[in-house]
């Protein structure tokens, strides 16, 4: 029940962080658009069955359109790296996933390179979606590609520094706890 | 069918991912249609409220700047009050006026309706501005908003007691404007570039242009009360093929601030839609 009231308020935290801090500051190029919210669905835990995972990410990504007025935008994005995420999971982590201990992805369950690598693919997977459905409706092929680069760069700062400011303390779940 | 049952629970997770996908790019693809048609009333309401709690905290750190966009505006309206003029009396015998100050109601275009800015945007390439006044409070679609400084957009969405704005600042924005000196009128649209600039297009090439000229709403806009500022020439370009002028403005708000917009409701709009209803086309 603590797990499910964590996961609530972290996503909370995030859509605000997202709507009124991200998206509120000046933009620094018109190429860079940065991102933090989608952290939360990199974070949820191995456990997660892929349905569940799916519509979960659906439904964050619905209510962070809601506020940015941008309807299915996110959604379509999340989803794409919510079906992805197992992929890569079991790519990268050759071990049967939940056996690890560690209740989600971190640099601590996975190994530093494994994680970067994760939170790597599926940075670049979300700008690359993003990017290209607001590049349908609008712009040229080099703010396509320079868009996709640069904000996947600047995510990626955001998510070392949240790493970094924010140590997650997931415990070493054993059958004693 | 036993077949098409293991298809299904085996590829389920497959199956819901293209559900889902197809069903955030129909809501989407839609809304480029119809505007906000999804994220009408309910949605309004809710992020509403949300955002206007923040924005009061947020409107206390730049009360300085808009205290002195509001004295600057109070001071220009001032100066157009009949008090402030004055001449010597010409007249030789006493005239009664026949017409009364209230008879005038009834020739009143436009009405401003005060708002306050709850949610703003200027990274995307589609921004909105969200405004704490509804339809309760008299906010129709397609009214035009402006700031105390000049043009903001117009309504594509109206809750109770929220309404959203299509900015200037818009990838769909289409305002037809006029040089203010030389007269020239053009379209006034939105790169998706840069929030500082919007481009002014179709500028026959007879027109004198000047860099520093301003550029207002035209008179043939039903939704703007002529003379609203919109901004003030940056460049001239040439374009080679139509042989018309492409400018860029610098906005004439300052679209990372803005605290304070008018609603403009135009009390002629019915008479002027029903007479243009009314039109037949020959071809009819």
Known sequence: MTDFLKHILRCCLFIFVQVFLLNEIPPLHRYVTPHLYYLFILWLPFRTSRIALLLIAFFYGLMLDAFLHTPGLHAAACTLIAFIRPFIISVLLPKEVGESGYPEPSYKSMGLIPYGTYILLLTLFHHFYLTLLEWLQFGGFLVFIGKVLASTGVSLLLVLITELVFSRKSNYRTNMS | M???LLFISRYSHLIVLLFLQGLSLHLLFRYNRFHEAVFSNVLNEMTGKVREGYSGIETFFSLRTENDLLRAENARLRNQLKEDYAWPDSSS?????????DTLVQYRKFVYLPSRVIGNTVNAERNHIMLHRGAKQGVEI??????????????????????????????????????KRG?????VSWDG?????????????TTEVKKGDSVVTSQYSDKYPPGQLVGFVERISEDPQSGTFDLVLRTAVDFKNVH???VIRNLQQGEMDALRNSIKEPND
Request: hydrophobic content about 40%.
């Open chain 2, 142 to 179: 397609g009214m035009a908003v402006t700031s105390p400084s000049g043009v903001l957009g117009t309504v594509i969405g109206v809750s109770d007691n929220m309404s959203v704005v299509m900015s200037l600042l818009h990838a769909q924005t289409r305002i037809v404007a006029v040089l």
């Open chain 2, 183 to 187: 007269g020239g009128y053009g379209e």
């Open chain 2, 2 to 4: 036993r077949n098409i």
């Open chain 2, 260 to 262: 304070h917009a008018y």
């Open chain 2, 93 to 101: 015998r006493p005239v009664s006026d026949t017409i009364r100050i």
């Open chain 2, 193 to 205: 570039a840069d929030p500082r600039y919007v481009q002014l297009t179709k500028i026959p090439r």
